[in-house]
C-alpha cells in the first residue's frame, strides 16, 4: 500500500535553533518527493522537489535530504525564525500515476 | 501569490444544502486538482482534471461532484451536506497534470455546515 509517514506530529522549538523533519514513505515506483510549507488557514507552497537521483536540495535555510535506498526523506531548518511556524508536509507522487500522496504534515512551532 | 485563485473564501451553510466552490488555475496550466483537509488532517486528493477531461478519482465521494469548462476553470460542487463535509477545500493547478510538476495550490475554501 502505497503511504507517507511523517514525525514527529509535532514540534516545539526555540528561536534560533535548528531542527529535523522525517518521512519515510512505500510508495512504489518512485517518481518524486516534495516538501511543502502550509502556513494556518493557507494553501501550501512547495519548499523542495527531489528526484530519484538528488540526495539533497536546499532553499535557503531549508536543506531536504533523500535517501531512495531505505526511502526516508529529511527537512532541516536551520536558524529557526518565528516565520517557520507552519506545518510541513512530505507529498511523494508515484511513476506510472500522475497521483501524490500525502504524509499528515509536522507541525512546527517556533517560540521566541 | 501562487496564481490560483479560490472563491468563495469563506461558505457557511446548512445540512442538506449544496454549494459550489471555484477554482481558476494559473495562466498556462492545464491540470486542476482538487483536494479536501479536515481540521488538523491531511490533504486528502479528491479529483483531477486535464484539459476539461476527469484524469483521476480520489476518494470523492458520490454527493460531491466537479467539472473544468473550456476557459479551464474548475467548480466543485458539493451536495446533501453534512456536519462533516466542514473543511479546508483547495485547488491546485500545474502546466499539464504529470507527477514530475510543482503543484500551486490556491489559498482555499474554508467550508462551515452547521
Known amino acids: 500500500k502505497n503511504q507517507v509517514e511523517q514525525s514527529p506530529q509535532s514540534l516545539i522549538i526555540l528561536e534560533g535553533k535548528n531542527c529535523t523533519l522525517q518521512?519515510?514513505?512505500?510508495?512504489?515506483?518512485?517518481?518524486?518527493l516534495r516538501w511543502y510549507k502550509q502556513d494556518t488557514g493557507r494553501g501550501p507552497v512547495s519548499l523542495t522537489i527531489m528526484t530519484f537521483s538528488e540526495n539533497t536540495k536546499s532553499n535557503g535555510r531549508y536543506t531536504a535530504t533523500l535517501d531512495a535506498d531505505t526511502k526516508q526523506s529529511s527537512l532541516h531548518i536551520t536558524a529557526s525564525q518565528l516565520s517557520d511556524s507552519a506545518s510541513y508536509i512530505c507529498v511523494v507522487s508515484a511513476n506510472n500515476f500522475n497521483k501524490f500522496y500525502f504524509g499528515s504534515g509536522t507541525k512546527l512551532n517556533v517560540k521566541p | 501569490d501562487s496564481g490560483v485563485t479560490q472563491t468563495p473564501k469563506h461558505l457557511i451553510t446548512a445540512t442538506g444544502q449544496r454549494v459550489t466552490l471555484r477554482c481558476s488555475p494559473r495562466s498556462g496550466d492545464l491540470s486542476v486538482y482538487w483536494y479536501q483537509q479536515s481540521l488538523d488532517q491531511g490533504l486528502q486528493f479528491l479529483i483531477q482534471?486535464?484539459?476539461?477531461?476527469?484524469?483521476a478519482k480520489g476518494n470523492i465521494l458520490e454527493r460531491f461532484s466537479a467539472q473544468q469548462f473550456p476557459d479551464l476553470h474548475s467548480e466543485l460542487n458539493l451536495s446533501s451536506l453534512e456536519l462533516g463535509d466542514s473543511a479546508l477545500y483547495f485547488c491546485?493547478?500545474?502546466?499539464?497534470?504529470?507527477?514530475?510538476?510543482?503543484?500551486?495550490f490556491g489559498s482555499g475554501t474554508q467550508l462551515s455546515v452547521l
Open positions: 491546485a493547478s500545474s502546466p499539464t497534470g504529470q507527477g514530475r510538476e510543482k503543484l500551486f
Open positions: 518521512c519515510n514513505y512505500t510508495v512504489s515506483p518512485f517518481s518524486n
Open positions: 482534471y486535464y484539459n476539461g477531461e476527469e484524469r
